[in-house]
């Protein structure tokens, strides 16, 4: 070690320094006593254990660095400790003295003092750091101010150190950008999950209903019902169900077919073939099969206690006919699917039917039967019921006129009979019966001619009751009056024909009109005919309605026919006054006579009289268009003429005769023509009015008989029927005498 009166060397770069492990020069005694083994002052170590702390602050790994450093310096001397100046370092003396020694033979090993001095290091840096902070930061600020920078140790050739180390990268941007980062996820992830459970959950939900949805069911809507014009029903739909198989679920179709059998009343053969599994046109496995249709709730019931596999039973809609044949013809039927097949449910089904409803629901298999599953998706769209119709037909009326009508007939063989009841005011058509008839609440079981209207498809002849028609015209036209005589004679000869009366007269006897209606003259009609001619004959028929159907309603009337005059011969003179070449049916007659009873108005008849929508407001059906055929005055004189057919001894409807009421009215016999050719046996008619002098109601009845040998049927029905009406509506008798008749005046 050199000795400390040496004097010192001072370093090109600032520092102070003596010889290699010497202490630089010093200001005195106690600069030279506050040495420290290490070779420095005390404010040098200040200042060092500043740096060392700031350079510490720094960078994490200075320890580290330190020893690192120590072990490859130059001289082997340990790095120099930053920390805080063992308090054994102040002073001089003995002890000190020893401790210089100590420490220099302590650090021959620089590893061993590298070690030592970082263990030091950080002792003082925990155990004395809080006392010595104040000190260290005078020291340091003194130091700074004495060398520009931090004090040198180790020999010449040992590397210096930076002053600074390179500044790693800021944690605390990396924790942003990782908390940046790590909460986008999340938001990402939170709005993705609100989209699915949201805004895609239906589609996503969608996607597994449909799966479970089974096949739409139709909610059939009901339909209309129909009323006579005093509210009673005559038609209407009633709760029912339907039992259908699903052959691919069917276990035992025998055993299934056996049990189904009794209850449904079907043939257990006709049962099995639809049990079994069939293939469809289209090549698929039929899995609905209709077994029955119409079924009581309770049956059904009774069909679903028997829990057989593959067997369901769902909603239906059956239509009642409280009276059975009651209006049959008129009213017709409808077929499984509730549609109109014949009468006023086929003319009127778009009115009566409705829009269907429909339902979609999911479904589960139970016990091999579909069932809905309770809150799950179902979807109904509610059926619109159908509007229903007022009939101008009186129930009580219609129902007398059928069984009147029925009876007579049972007296002689009839192959069809009509008979109709008109109101000749408003044309509404109170009855309309048709022989035969049939039951239509089981229309299926019926035979399909019995289902004809014969009122409005049957067409005949119309005979004698055609005769008024020609003294109406004549009348009109101003060619005869109330007191017309005419010389008659036996015969009259037209074309190559030649016409009589079954009652002749002889020539030159004078006969009133009266006389000649009551006594049904084909002489007298001819000659009255002459005077008109066939255009004026012909256009009379064609305003009364004739040649044209009247509208009534009911699909399938038949119009007639006028013979055109162009087709006329010779004969036709002869032959069409008197009803003959001439088509009708017996609505068409009962209309004309109707014109006649209403002072010479034709209103059309209608069987109509308002319609009830779903929501019970009522619209009346448009009133038919009137027409004057006839003066007041001339249908008055027709109607007195017409009197003398029931009240002439020997005319040939006294049998329609009334007591206490003025009837008018004609008999008629005529002919079918059926495809260019006569049928066989005659169509006998009666159309009459009453009362008389004040008309309220219109009958016709008409029948044909093909043997022709049952005789006038019609006129003693039609008394029975009017009868009835005029008591059953109260109409009393007007109180006036019938006319007292001179045949030949």
Request: with cysteine; proline share 8%; aromatic share 4%.
């Amino acid at each position: 070690m050199a000795d400390r009166s040496d004097p010192p060397r001072r370093d090109p770069r600032g520092s102070r320094r003596g010889g290699v492990g010497e202490p630089g020069p010093i200001g005195g005694i106690a600069d030279a006593r506050a040495y420290t083994p290490r070779g420095r002052t005390v404010r040098e170590s200040a200042e060092q254990r500043r740096t060392g702390r700031a350079e510490r602050s720094r960078d994490p790994f200075r320890p580290a660095l330190q020893v690192l450093d120590g072990g490859r310096s130059t001289s082997g001397r340990p790095p120099a400790r930053t920390g805080p100046a063992d308090p054994g370092d102040r002073g001089t003396g003995p002890r000190r003295d020893a401790d210089l020694r100590s420490t220099s033979r302590r650090d021959v090993d620089p590893d061993r003092a590298a070690r030592r001095g970082a263990d030091s290091d950080r002792r003082r840096s925990t155990t004395g750091r809080a006392g010595s902070a104040g000190k260290s930061r005078q020291a340091s600020s003194g130091s700074a101010r004495r060398a520009p920078g931090p004090a040198r140790q180790g020999t010449r050739g040992r590397p210096r150190r930076p002053a600074t180390l390179p500044r790693l990268a800021d944690p605390r941007r990396r924790l942003r950008l990782g908390t940046f980062l790590t909460l986008t996820m999340f938001v990402v992830i939170g709005i993705r999950l609100i989209v699915l459970q949201v805004v895609d959950a239906p589609a996503y939900a969608d996607g597994g209903v449909w799966d479970r949805v089974g096949s739409p069911v139709v909610v059939p809507a009901p339909r209309g019902s129909i009323y006579d014009r005093t509210g009673a029903v005559l038609a209407h739909s009633v709760a029912a169900r339907f039992v259908y198989s699903d052959p691919g679920l069917v276990e035992d179709p025998q055993a299934t077919a056996e049990a189904l059998s009794p209850l449904l009343g079907i043939p257990r053969s006709t049962l099995l073939d639809r049990l079994v599994p069939q293939t469809r046109e289209d090549g698929q496995e039929s899995r609905f099969e209709f077994l029955a249709r119409g079924v009581d709730v309770e049956l059904a019931d009774q069909v679903m206690d028997l829990e057989l596999a593959g067997i369901g039973v769902d909603y239906d809609e059956r239509r009642e006919v409280p009276g059975n044949d009651l209006a049959a013809n008129l009213l017709g039927f409808v077929g499984l699917d509730m549609n109109g097949l014949e009468g006023l449910e086929a003319r009127y089904d778009e009115v009566l039917r409705g829009v269907n409803g429909q339902r979609i629901a999911e479904q589960g298999n139970r016990d091999l039967r579909l069932a809905e599953i309770p809150g799950g998706y179902r979807q109904e769209t509610e059926p619109q019921p159908g509007s229903s119709l007022v009939l101008t037909i009186d129930r009580d009326l219609q129902y007398e006129v059928q069984r009147i009508l029925s009876a007579t007939l049972e007296q002689c063989t009839v192959s069809v009979a009509a008979a109709v009841v008109l109101d000749p005011r408003t044309g509404e058509v109170l009855a309309q019966a048709s022989e035969p008839t049939y039951n239509a609440a089981d229309a299926w079981s019926s035979d399909p001619s019995d289902r004809q209207d014969i009122a409005t498809t049957f067409t005949a002849e119309p005979g004698s009751v055609h005769k008024p028609l020609v003294l109406a015209a004549a009348l009109e036209e101003g060619l005869i009056g109330p007191d017309t005589t005419l010389d008659l004679g036996p015969t009259i000869r037209k074309g190559d024909t030649t016409f009589r009366d079954t009652r002749p007269i002889e020539a030159g006897v004078a006969t009133s009109l009266a006389g000649m209606l009551a006594y049904s003259s084909n002489v007298g009609t001819i000659k009255i005919a002459d005077q008109l001619g066939p255009e004026r004959l012909h256009a009379y028929q064609q305003a009364f309605g004739l040649g044209s159907p009247t509208g009534v309603g009911l699909p399938g009337e038949a119009s007639g026919r006028v013979l055109p005059l162009d087709e006329w011969s010779a004969s036709s003179y002869g032959s069409v006054p008197l009803g003959h070449s001439v088509d009708a049916t017996p609505l068409q007659m009962a209309a004309a006579y109707a014109a006649i009873a209403n002072d010479g108005v034709y209103v059309p008849p209608r069987l109509v009289r308002e319609i009830i929508d779903e929501h019970g407001q009522r619209t009346p059906t448009e009133e038919p268009t009137a027409r004057r055929v006839l003066g007041a005055d001339n249908a008055a004189t027709l109607r007195w003429i017409m009197e003398g057919v029931t009240t002439i001894p020997g005319a040939t409807g006294t049998a329609a005769a009334v007591p206490g009421y003025r009837v008018a009215g004609k008999t008629g016999t005529g002919r079918r023509i059926v495809n260019g050719s006569v049928a066989p046996g005659e169509v006998t008619s009666f159309i009459g009015m009453a009362p008389a002098d004040d008309p309220r109601y219109v009958i016709a009845v008409m029948s044909h008989t093909p043997g022709g040998d049952c005789g006038d049927v019609a006129a003693p029905a039609f008394r029975d029927m009017m009868r009835f009406t005029l008591l059953h509506y109260r109409v009393p008798p007007t109180g006036t005498e019938p006319p007292r008749f001179v045949v030949h005046p």
